[in-house]
């Protein structure tokens, strides 16, 4: 009984330990199962990440690319605006000098008119003398402002004069904070010039051309345009913009301004008008000193004689030289006129005329 008992026993603990294996074995199985389904869906989870932090690059790089274009975009609308400004200052400039000059031309004309019925209607030889006279002398003070407005030389009285030239003081002192130190403030003032001083091509501007009965009388006119308007140096800095003409009347009062009244003592200082091969022209100025050598000063061109990155002079042979190859483009020099300019009236002289060896010479001999 007893070992039927115990063999029982034993049968019982067989069966639970296999049944207990099995349980192991099904609970590993499922288990099994389970991580298998857990590795599969981090696999996925993974190639989503993947795909999203791809998709998050690519995003970020659109993100920054769109960006820069729209920083860019809104750099050049302000740049646009202020042109825009500019010229809408320089069209309201030109709109009333127009309405100036065309109400001038329209009061010549009448007289004109009157006249001509007059000496049809009766015979009045000194009406005549005296309405001619008068009327001549009017045209001609038209003429000579419409030239002044209209070509370099003649511009000169209106541009350079001591009431034009002292509108620069403020930005003189300003731009060289009324330093004594000569070559340093005039690399100051070339590079206020060329940053803050767009170029910029002028308008068609008219002027007359006289037709004279001997030298007593102008008998008729015609109008006829010229692309250039030359600005005074306070015209320049108020609207930031201008072409050679402009930039080179601006420099060479600035600079004058600052020899005058800051150190006290007046260099040499020319203005150059270039003529090149290729029909066109630029304007410069160029600052003469002891020993024959010189320094170029053209804000238009971008072009400032220079040693080691420093504003400095050099012989006048090979600056020239040098600062006709960097001009090239537009063919050679083929002839240079240097402008004194007198800051009193506007009075000038040309101290040299000539192709770029004859201004060379005149230059070493400084």
């Known amino acids: 009984m007893n070992e039927t008992q115990g063999k029982g026993e034993k049968k019982t603990w067989l069966?639970?330990?296999?049944?207990?294996?099995?349980?192991?074995?099904?609970?590993n199985v499922i288990t099994y199962i389970s991580l298998q389904s857990v590795q599969q869906q981090y696999n996925d989870l993974s190639s989503l990440y993947s795909n999203l932090k791809s998709n998050y690059n690519e995003l970020s790089n659109s993100y920054?690319?769109?960006k820069s274009s729209y920083d860019k975009l809104s750099q050049d609308y302000q740049d646009l605006q202020l042109q825009y400004s500019s010229l809408q200052s320089n069209y309201s400039t030109l709109s009333s000098?127009?309405?100036?000059?065309n109400n001038?031309?329209?009061?010549?004309?009448?007289?004109?008119n009157k006249i001509s019925q007059l000496l049809q209607s009766q015979d009045c030889s000194s009406c005549f003398s005296f309405f001619y006279k008068e009327l001549s002398q009017n045209v001609l003070s038209l003429y000579d402002l419409l030239l002044s407005y209209a070509f370099l030389e003649q511009a000169?009285?209106?541009?350079?004069?001591?009431?034009?030239?002292?509108?620069?003081?403020?930005?003189?002192?300003s731009v060289t904070g009324g330093s004594t130190s000569f070559w340093p403030s005039v690399e100051k003032i070339y590079d206020y010039i060329t940053s803050n001083v767009k170029y910029a091509n002028d308008v068609d501007?008219?002027?007359l051309w006289l037709i004279c009965d001997g030298f007593n009388y102008i008998t008729s006119f015609e109008i006829l345009t010229e692309r250039n308007y030359v600005q005074t140096p306070e015209l320049t800095l108020e609207i930031k913009q201008g072409d050679c003409e402009d930039q080179a009347i601006l420099t060479y009062a600035m600079i004058e301004y600052y020899m005058k009244h800051i150190i006290g003592t007046e260099c040499n200082l020319y203005i150059a008008y270039m003529d090149f091969s290729d029909g066109s022209a630029h304007t410069a100025v160029f600052l003469p000193v002891q020993g024959g050598n010189v320094c170029i000063i053209d804000p238009a061109g971008s072009y400032l004689t220079k040693e080691y990155g420093e504003i400095a002079t050099k012989p006048a042979q090979q600056e020239l030289q040098a600062y006709s190859n960097y001009l090239s483009s537009y063919g050679s020099i083929s002839s240079i006129?240097?402008?004194d300019v007198s800051?009193?009236?506007g009075s000038y002289k040309v101290v040299a005329e000539g192709s770029i060896s004859q201004i060379i010479a005149f230059l070493s001999k400084s």
């Open 205 to 207: 501007m008219p002027y």
């Open 64 to 66: 920054f690319s769109l």
């Open 343 to 345: 800051i009193v009236d």
């Open 156 to 173: 000169f009285s209106r541009t350079l004069n001591e009431e034009a030239v002292n509108e620069v003081s403020s930005t003189v002192n």
């Open 15 to 27: 069966i639970m330990l296999i049944i207990l294996v099995l349980a192991l074995t099904a609970s």
């Open 337 to 339: 006129k240097l402008y």
């Open 97 to 101: 000098n127009y309405n100036k000059l």
């Open 104 to 112: 001038s031309y329209s009061s010549l004309k009448s007289d004109y």
